[in-house]
């Protein structure tokens, strides 16, 4: 609501640019097409939901579209290629991430951070909270995935935690807030690479100023008071 009614209240003007990859020549859509797009929407999610496999979902997708024939098979190559290209970016920038996230693990500079973090809260829990959820931020912002942070954020902020006299319901949350901060945050994060490739259709959107600081802003704000007061509450 801050974000709607406040910060970004002004209108913005866009230029009228063709999206990027798409020809000019207008498809036409009929009712029996949409149908099919929401079936075949509906069937990814109930498969992926009961089998938990992606591949398995998406193909159940696709073929729900060929059979109801709303993807002719002639243009298959094209619509697949063209998501391959858009992909490609957020493929690239994740793996970059990877590789980071591997020089700093095998550096021994996280545990050196939380060393020293360490040595600056002593007891003090207000403080222990705060810098451990500043040093998830960090790192997970850093490596770009929480999924691949929180492994190693665990083992750091266990030990931390119950030297600072944390619960282990407390230990949870300040994790779980850590790694979730710097995944909405990080520019190499497919939380925020993944809204980027749909707005940026047109190139009008940029992903730092248009992804990225809006999400810090008004997601890891309030996110990160919540996960303190949860920390010292729990």
Same mark, same amino acid.
């Given at each position: ?14 230029? =009228?640019? *063709? ?40 193909? =159940? ?69 705060? +810098? ?13 995935? =929480?999924?691949?942070?929180? /492994? ?6 266990? *030990? ?7 619960? /282990? ?17 990080? /520019? ?10 749909? +707005? ?21 704000? *309030? ?12």
């Amino acid at each position: 609501m801050v974000a709607l009614l406040i910060t970004y209240r002004k209108k913005r003007q866009y230029e =009228s640019k *063709p999206v990027l990859g798409v020809s000019d020549t207008k498809q036409q859509y009929t009712v029996w097409s949409v149908y099919a797009a929401g079936a075949a929407i509906i069937i990814t999610l109930i498969i992926q939901s009961v089998f938990e496999s992606m591949i398995i979902a998406a193909l =159940s997708g696709l073929i729900v579209l060929f059979a109801s024939r709303s993807l002719k098979w002639k243009e298959a190559d094209g619509v697949v290629t063209e998501g391959m290209k858009m992909m490609a970016f957020i493929g690239f920038v994740m793996l970059t991430a990877s590789g980071f996230a591997a020089v700093i693990r095998e550096t021994g500079h996280v545990d050196l951070l939380v060393n020293q973090a360490t040595t600056i809260i002593g007891d003090n829990r207000a403080a222990a909270a705060f +810098l451990m959820l500043i040093i998830g931020l960090f790192i997970t912002m850093g490596i770009g995935s =929480s999924f691949a942070t929180i /492994p190693i954020i665990a083992t750091l902020f266990v *030990p931390l935690g119950v030297a600072a006299g944390f619960s /282990p319901l407390a230990i949870i949350a300040l994790i779980g807030t850590a790694g979730a901060l710097g995944d909405a945050g990080a /520019p190499a994060s497919d939380s925020t690479l993944g809204p980027t490739a749909g +707005l940026n259709a047109d190139g009008q959107h940029n992903h730092i100023w248009d992804t990225c600081v809006p999400t810090f802003l008004h997601f890891n704000i *309030p996110l990160f008071i919540f996960g303190w007061l949860a920390a010292m509450v729990l």
